[in-house]
Nanobody
Framework: QVQLVESGGGSVEAGGSMRLACEASGDTDNIYCMGWFRQDSRGERLGVAAKYISADHPTHYGGSVKGRFTVSHDNARNTLYLQMDNMKPEDAGMYYC????????????????WGQGTQVTVSS
């Protein structure tokens, strides 16, 4: 099993930047994909980014974050990062780190393992 722990949430003004981190532990050798989802005020979980960890394929980004958000992975630290720039009020929500051993997409059903989430607030 894989465990995920997010960090780095908080408050930022619109136009500002924030970086989230997600440290994976446990059976990390079997991770195929890691990503981020944002839960909005309606409770819907929206795909932000999904990165292939053990395959050389392009990273998936949600349409609203393309060009503003960047995901990266530190293999030595087993940590996934989400760099968020030029943030907007609609980026606010609970951000969840996810991982899966077989699938990689922006659909929440593709991921077996979820972290506890970290809250992000963006003030206008």
């Amino acid at each position: 099993q894989v465990q995920l722990v997010e960090s780095g949430g908080g408050s930022v003004e619109a136009g500002g930047s924030m970086r989230l981190a997600c440290e994976a532990s446990g059976d990390t050798d079997n991770i195929y994909c890691m990503g981020w989802f944002r839960q909005d005020s309606r409770g819907e979980r929206l795909g932000v980014a999904a990165k292939y960890i053990s395959a050389d394929h392009p990273t998936h980004y949600g349409g609203s974050v393309k060009g503003r958000f960047t995901v990266s992975h530190d293999n030595a630290r087993n940590t996934l990062y989400l760099q968020m720039d030029n943030m907007k009020p609609e980026d606010a929500g609970m951000y969840y780190c996810v991982a899966d051993a077989a699938y990689c997409s922006l659909s929440p059903g593709s991921f077996e393992t979820w972290g506890q989430g970290t809250q992000v607030t963006v003030s206008s």
